[in-house]
């Protein structure tokens, strides 16, 4: 757990192997305490509904893997071995889903996955009170350990050796750079601090990336009074 949010964000860090392996790669980090958790509400409703409809414009029926930040993040997985069309990066799982109606998971869940969806951006939430140390971006040495569920029961599972995962001192907290959370950090209707990752390669510019955490925070703040954000740029353009 830390209790200085802010101060947290200065000691993230990506590793210069994951550098090497995709130097145009940023992430925006965004801290928010004094939120308001709690199930999907109108709020998070309109959000979801506008991606949807901002989805079904940009893309029609056509495929959404040939959009340019959809394909060099398919890139990006492929140069750590991993094959996107099995395990997808998470902005272009959501938008295949868009067509038939995005998942109602609770206010933050939904709140992130919308902008996701119409940034086209991958984008994760954490719990930052179950946050153990720094956020680092590595090349897994495959011992890692990885909080989990299958079939409804707890399991551990480890990455990958150089498979590009989020971590902190207890484990992994992501698995291939965006494609599935843990477990252990992941949003309730507990969480009042969070932290969120926004993920940008080079076909999203930095103006974009800031577009995307400024709709974040503004629909972080409409939770409710109170909330206190912090943000820092860390990669290639920081």
Not at 47 to 64: M, N, S
Not at 132 to 158: I, K, M, N, S, W
Not at 192 to 197: D, H, I, L, P, Y
């Amino acid at each position: 757990m830390t209790n200085d949010a802010a101060g947290w964000l200065d000691s993230a860090a990506i590793d210069p192997a994951v550098h090497a392996l995709r130097p145009d790669y940023r992430a925006l980090l965004i801290t928010a305490e004094g939120l308001r958790p709690g199930p999907s509400d109108e709020l998070s409703e309109r959000l979801l509904a506008d991606a949807e409809q901002t989805a079904r414009e940009r893309f029609g029926d056509g495929p959404v893997e040939e959009h340019p930040h959809l394909a060099a993040w398919r890139e990006a997985f492929r140069a750590f071995a991993a094959k996107p069309q099995r395990t997808r990066p998470s902005a272009e799982a959501l938008l295949r889903r868009a067509p038939a109606g995005l998942p109602r998971v609770d206010r933050l869940t939904d709140i992130y996955n919308a902008i996701s969806v119409a940034h086209v951006i991958p984008l994760g939430g954490e719990d930052l009170d179950h946050y153990v140390g720094a956020a680092r971006l590595v090349r897994a040495e495959g011992d890692e350990t990885f909080e989990t569920t299958a079939g409804g029961e707890p399991v551990v599972e480890h990455p990958s050796p150089g498979e590009v995962v989020w971590r902190d001192e207890a484990g992994v907290t992501c698995r291939r750079w965006n494609w599935r959370q843990c477990t252990r950090t992941r949003l309730t209707h507990a969480t009042t601090r969070a932290m969120f990752v926004l993920d940008a390669l080079g076909p999203m510019d930095d103006t974009a990336l800031k577009a995307a955490g400024d709709q974040l925070m503004e629909a972080l703040t409409d939770t409710g009074p109170g909330v206190t954000l912090a943000s820092r740029l860390v990669g290639a353009a920081a």
